[in-house]
């Protein structure tokens, strides 16, 4: 069975860090390009940060830059979202994915491209709240 589980989310006062963990199970994630989404409450899911092992690129949404990291262990065969300097609006449902997508900065920029990665994690809660 093929499946992503993440965890480590929670609250978080303005300023804090978190860091998301999704380990896969079924597959190996190295093989595939990784993402991280999120959705916050009442608006659309949206890309914050993707990644491709076998260029070693890293891209990330303009409103987390410089603050969050994506990161693979490849010999746990998970993935990371190290998130620095939280803001409020960093708050919502947090997402790993992966799926045959080359990642790009057209990949966290631009809508619809959620659909190309095929499996998804639960979903993490992330409140920053002061």
């Known amino acids: 069975q093929l499946q992503l589980v993440d965890s480590g989310g929670g609250l978080v006062q303005p300023g804090g860090s978190l860091r998301l963990s999704c380990a896969a199970s079924g597959f190996t994630l190295a093989d595939y390009g990784i993402g991280w989404f999120r959705q916050a409450p009442g608006k659309d899911r949206e890309a914050v940060s993707c990644f491709s092992s076998n260029v070693g690129f890293a891209a990330y949404r303009a409103s987390v830059k410089d603050r969050f990291t994506v990161s693979i262990d490849n010999a746990k065969n998970t993935m990371y979202l190290q998130m620095n300097d939280l803001k409020l609006e960093d708050t919502g449902d947090y997402y790993c994915?992966?799926?045959?997508?080359?990642?790009?900065?057209?990949?966290?920029?631009?809508?619809?491209?959620?659909?190309?990665?095929?499996?998804w994690g639960q979903g993490i809660q992330v409140t920053v709240s002061s």
């Open positions: 994915a992966a799926g045959r997508v080359q990642c790009s900065e057209t990949v966290v920029n631009a809508p619809g491209w959620d659909a190309w990665y095929d499996k």
